[in-house]
């Protein structure tokens, strides 16, 4: 499949492409904030590790929500 430009795409899809990349903005921060909050023995695991692993999107901050959280 070859890349569009962002003037190719249709308005439905430039409005699924722009609703995805807020909400995965917004669940970054929301990892991270909580992790900050969150102390030490609230963390499954090391608080960088966490930190770093909230990067990897889209996966790191579901992961962080439901296995980084005790």
Known sequence: MASKKWSELSSSQKRAITVVGAVEAIMTLAAWR???RRPDDGVRGP?????????VQPFGPPAYFTLGRR
């Open 34 to 36: 909580d992790l900050a």
């Open 47 to 55: 608080k960088w590790a966490w930190a770093g692993a909230v990067l």
